[in-house]
């Protein structure tokens, strides 16, 4: 395994994927064993990454870059949370404790959020039922 000037191990899937490249190009000289060590991946990666370079299905970002989570709280949520707690009289852990569906941290998150909103005068009230 090769190091970095710092003393970490070097892992960049750009650098694979260029070597990999000059591999296939017969522009170096590098076994695929010896790209693995030189990048810090495993052999059999690196070779899965020759077959997706191959194929041209390669990508260098993470598929699930930019989508939002599946458990993610939705405005309508947020909307309901807050009007729920600007009727309410209940201290925030009362009040989480009373909505229950979601977790403490959720619905706090959500009402501090409002909160730091209502200070900076940039909140905006999306559903007209006050």
Known sequence: MLYNLDGDSMKNKEEAVKLI???LAKQTFYSYKEIAEVTGYHP???????????????????????RKPIN?????????IINLYKRSNASI???????????Y????????????KMKE??????????
Not at 48 to 61: C, F, H, R, T, V
Not at 72 to 80: G, Q
């Open 44 to 66: 059999k990666y690196i070779l899965k990454l020759k077959d997706e370079i191959i194929n041209g299905s390669i990508s260098l970002e993470h598929g699930n870059k930019n």
């Open 105 to 116: 941290s959720c619905v706090y998150n959500v009402i501090k959020e409002y909160e730091e």
């Open 72 to 80: 993610a709280i939705s405005e309508e949520e947020k909307i309901k």
């Open 21 to 23: 490249k000059k591999k």
């Open 93 to 103: 852990r009362r009040f989480c404790k009373f909505y229950g569906s979601r977790s």
């Open 121 to 130: 005068g940039t909140y905006e009230n999306k559903n007209n039922n006050n």
